[in-house]
């Protein structure tokens, strides 16, 4: 059955989409379409942002206790739609559903639960000589979001936003619209005041470039390719606004030569496909010290063998669909390159059986990648693993760091001062030591042209602030 949604959340109450356009959204599993959701013009955007403007002074005078409670109620209507959130993601992106469950749905909850608190206690004032120095919400907000983690992407600025004040204009991206409405029917449920909260859906270029470019969004808050943010990046130039952006990566999982490989690579491989390897932090280039290359390799190709591809909503599927055919396409492309400019293929491949149905690649890892070749340095976002020898450390550093991206990463040894002293040199906002836990308080973002800002905690409280000083 076709789901259509005819709505956007304006001013605190859903109103009917200014035009009849609409936007298909398929299921990459199937191909089929399942929902429409509107086109939003720059009209659209125009109400959005008034009512976000109108609400601006209300909402930054709200005391931070009455914020908190407002966040603590949007948990509680967001807790209690975690299943449904789960399986719209199967839906629409095609994460399997248990990663789904634990992820799409999980992820945004602890968030969210660390802003409850993170809202209730906002940075304290100080002062310095003769100043008191305060901070106070920047202004409205505009969020553009892409569609891999779509619910969470959109928790990880709005939670923060609404926390230090700012009224927000949500774009979703529009591969996975379906999820945000289920996050409003919870703000709608939540109540917060009108213009706190507004959602506007559409394309990028329509509704994505007239937020960015809108005189009265003080602040854009991107997450999306490179590309996108250098474009986004040009139109708030004009006007002075201040953007945060979370974009692209091709990080690297450097292995030394006494890991323990079986660990290293396993968990490895697991980070290059999690979620069909459309994950902006995935290790996708792994550099193995040559003493343990093709022990590795072989380790790799092993795993790779082990995922099961299908349908979402099957337990039994380890790795779903890519989001659409264009994507699909694009994968398959890199790999047939990667191969062109002298990879090994190990595991997968362009050839590789995969459903009749669906946006599938088949797990791919193909190892000897040339550090230069495009296949280590463009992002793939798929899951395609490239395998790299490495001489020693300092060699490790050198490829590691050979990128114009640098978001995340990971080291393994057995000796944790010399995996400390590989992570310090690694140009990257994240290394992970041994496999250490993903950390939803630590900063999150990107060096070089990963992006600017950071997100998640006090830190991506902060960006959202401004800082005045007050001199007596
Ligand atoms: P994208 O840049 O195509 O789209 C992201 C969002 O921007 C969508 O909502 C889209 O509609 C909008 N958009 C597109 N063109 C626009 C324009 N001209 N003006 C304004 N908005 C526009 O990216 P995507 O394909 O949705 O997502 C994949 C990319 O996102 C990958 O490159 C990935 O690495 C990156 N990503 C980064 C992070 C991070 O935190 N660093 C997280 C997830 C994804």
Redesign the pocket.
């Known amino acids: 059955m076709e789901l259509a949604r005819t709505d956007f959340y304006l001013d605190g109450r859903w109103v009917t989409a200014s035009d009849a356009d609409s936007i298909e959204v398929q299921n990459p599993a199937t191909e089929e379409v399942v929902a429409r959701v509107p086109a939003g013009s720059a009209t659209d955007v125009d109400r959005a942002v008034s009512a976000a403007r109108a609400a601006f002074d209300g909402w930054a005078g709200t005391a931070p206790a009455d914020r908190a409670q407002a966040l603590h109620r949007l948990h509680t209507a967001l807790a209690a739609r975690s299943d449904e959130i789960a399986r719209t993601v199967a839906l629409e992106l095609g994460t399997p559903l248990k990663v789904a469950t634990r992820i799409q749905a999980g992820l945004p909850l602890t968030v969210l639960r660390g802003y409850v608190d993170l809202a209730g206690r906002p940075p304290a004032e100080h002062i310095v000589g003769n100043s008191l120095v305060v901070r106070e919400p920047v202004g409205v907000v505009g969020a ?6 779509p619910l969470h ?1 959109v928790v990880a600025k709005l939670a923060p936003a609404l926390a230090a004040g700012c009224p927000v204009v949500l ?4 591969l996975t619209p379906l999820v945000a409405y289920l996050l409003f029917d919870a703000i709608d449920e939540a109540g917060f005041p009108p213009g706190v909260v507004n959602l506007v859906t559409g ?3 329509q509704v ?2 007239a937020i ?1 470019a809108h005189p009265d969004v003080d602040m854009v808050s991107f ?4 590309a ?1 943010g250098r ?2 990046s040009h139109l708030a130039a004009d006007r002075i606004a201040r953007v945060a952006l ?4 091709k990080s690297a999982n450097v292995i030394l030569d006494d890991a323990d490989l079986d660990t290293a690579v396993k968990v490895g491989v697991g980070n290059a496909f999690l979620n069909s390897g459309q994950t ?1 932090t995935a290790w996708t280039r792994m550099l193995v010290h040559r003493a343990r290359y093709d022990e590795a390799v072989s380790l790799a190709a092993q795993a790779a063998a082990g995922y099961r591809l299908g349908d979402p909503f099957d337990p039994a599927t380890r790795l779903g669909p890519l989001v659409s055919g264009a994507q699909r396409d694009r994968v398959r492309e890199h790999v047939v390159r990667g191969l062109a400019d002298g990879g090994r293929l190990v595991a997968g491949g362009p050839d590789a059986p995969v459903p009749d149905r669906g946006f599938f690649v088949a797990p791919t890892v193909i190892a000897d990648v040339d550090p230069d070749s495009a296949l280590a340095q463009e ?1 793939v ?1 798929g899951p395609v693993l490239a395998v790299i020898p490495v001489d020693d450390d300092e060699h490790a550093v050198a490829v590691a760091n050979n990128s114009r991206y640098g ?1 995340a990463g990971a080291v393994w040894s057995a000796d944790t001062d010399r995996a400390l002293t590989v992570a310090r040199r690694m140009r990257t906002g994240a290394v992970d030591i041994n496999g250490a836990p993903f950390n939803p308080l630590a900063p999150f973002g ?1 060096y070089k042209q ?2 600017l800002g950071r997100e998640l905690g006090s830190y991506g409280l902060d960006e959202f602030l401004q800082t005045k000083a007050i001199q007596r």
Do not use: D
């Open positions: 553009i979001t892409p569609w891999n983690y992407q774009k979703p991206s529009e394309t990028g270029p994505g470039a960015a997450t999306g390719s490179t996108t474009q986004i979370e974009l692209g990566g902006c992002e976002f978001l990107g990963s992006g």
